[in-house]
C-alpha cells in the first residue's frame, strides 16, 4: 500500500477539542493543542477551534503557560449572535499570543455587513429552502475582492440536527463543486471509513476525500453518494494512494478542511491503513 498524497492531508484535520462530544475545558485543550502542533503528525493539524464567548478565558490561557503563538478559529454557533464573532475578534487582535485565522458562523442574509474586514468567514448553511439560497450567495461571495469566504456543513448528529445521509452529503459536496465554493465540514468525522459506531452512523473520511473527488469529476450526485456508502477499506485505501498530483488540489480547493475533537482518532487510523507518511506530510508543511 502506497501512502496517501501529503498534500491531501496537510493541515487537514481542526482541532474541535472544547466541542462535543470531546468537551475538553479549554486549558487542556490549549495544551493539548501545543503537544499536537510539536508532534511527528503536526503537519496534519490545523488550527485551535473556540467559541467566541471564551476570546477573554482564550487570552488568559494562552499567556498563563506562553508558548508558540497559537493560531485559532473564532467559533459561533448558527443562531448565536454574530458580533459575539467581532467582538472576540477585537479582544484578541492585541494579543501577541494569539493569531486569530478564521471565523465560523451561522450563514445569514447580512453577514457581509460584519466588520471583520479581510478576516476568512465560514458561513455554516441551513437545511432545507434556505440551504441554496444560502450556497448561492456565498459563490457570488467568493469572487469578491477581499472577503475570503467559504461555506460549511455539518456531517454529525446533534440533538437539534439529523445525521445527514448519504445523499444528502452527496448533494451538498456536488452543488459546492458546481457552484466552485470551497468548504469545511464538522463533527462525526472520527473515523476513516463509513461505518455505525456505538448504533449510530458516521460518514468516513476516506469516503468523503473520495467523494468530494468524484463530485468534481462527475455531473450528478450519484456517484459521491456511491462512494460515500462505501464500508470497505481496502478499495477507498487504493483509491486516495492513486490520486494524483491535479486531482488532489481540485479536491482540496472545494475541502479546505474539517473539525475533529480528537485528532488522533482519524490519523490513527490512517496510520493503521498505512497511508499515512509522517515525514512526507511534515515537509509539505515546511518545504
Given at each position: 500500500m502506497s501512502p496517501a498524497p501529503p498534500a491531501l492531508l496537510a493541515g487537514l484535520i481542526d482541532d474541535a477539542a472544547v466541542f462535543p462530544p470531546g468537551n475538553a475545558p479549554l486549558p487542556v485543550a490549549v495544551s493539548r493543542h501545543r503537544a499536537h502542533?510539536?508532534?511527528?503528525?503536526?503537519?496534519?493539524?490545523?488550527?485551535?477551534?473556540?467559541?467566541?464567548?471564551?476570546?477573554?478565558?482564550?487570552?488568559?490561557?494562552?499567556?498563563s503557560e506562553p508558548g508558540d503563538v497559537l493560531s485559532v478559529g473564532l467559533i459561533a454557533r448558527p443562531g448565536a449572535d454574530p458580533n459575539l464573532v467581532v467582538d472576540a475578534v477585537q479582544r484578541l487582535g492585541g494579543d501577541p499570543l494569539v493569531d486569530v485565522v478564521g471565523a465560523e458562523l451561522g450563514w445569514f442574509a447580512g453577514w457581509r455587513g460584519l466588520a471583520v474586514e479581510g478576516l476568512p468567514l465560514t458561513l455554516e448553511v441551513p437545511r432545507g429552502a434556505e440551504r441554496d439560497r444560502a450556497l448561492d450567495d456565498?459563490?457570488?461571495?467568493?469572487?469578491?475582492?477581499?472577503?475570503?469566504?467559504?461555506?460549511?456543513?455539518?456531517?454529525?448528529?446533534?440533538?437539534?440536527?439529523?445525521?445527514?445521509?448519504?445523499?444528502?452529503?452527496?448533494?451538498?459536496?456536488h452543488d459546492c463543486a458546481r457552484l466552485g465554493v470551497p468548504f469545511k465540514l464538522t463533527g462525526g468525522l472520527h473515523h476513516a471509513v463509513r461505518a455505525d459506531h456505538d448504533g449510530d452512523p458516521q460518514h468516513g473520511l476516506l469516503n468523503v476525500l473520495l467523494a468530494v473527488h468524484a463530485a468534481a469529476h462527475d455531473g450528478s450526485?450519484?456517484?459521491?453518494e456511491t462512494v460515500l456508502s462505501e464500508r470497505d477499506p481496502r478499495p477507498l485505501a487504493d483509491a486516495v494512494s492513486a490520486l494524483g498530483e491535479p486531482e488532489v488540489r481540485r479536491v482540496r480547493s472545494l475541502l479546505t478542511a474539517y473539525g475533529c475533537c480528537e485528532v488522533t482518532d482519524p490519523i490513527g487510523e490512517l496510520r493503521d491503513l498505512d497511508l499515512l507518511d509522517l515525514d512526507l506530510v511534515h515537509h509539505q508543511e515546511n518545504p
Open positions: 502542533r510539536g508532534s511527528p503528525y503536526a503537519g496534519l493539524v490545523g488550527p485551535l477551534l473556540v467559541p467566541a464567548v471564551d476570546a477573554d478565558a482564550l487570552a488568559a490561557q494562552a499567556n456565498v459563490a457570488a461571495a467568493v469572487d469578491e475582492v477581499g472577503r475570503p469566504v467559504q461555506a460549511k456543513f455539518r456531517t454529525g448528529a446533534t440533538p437539534t440536527w439529523q445525521w445527514p445521509d448519504e445523499a444528502e452529503l452527496a448533494g451538498f459536496l450526485p450519484a456517484a459521491p
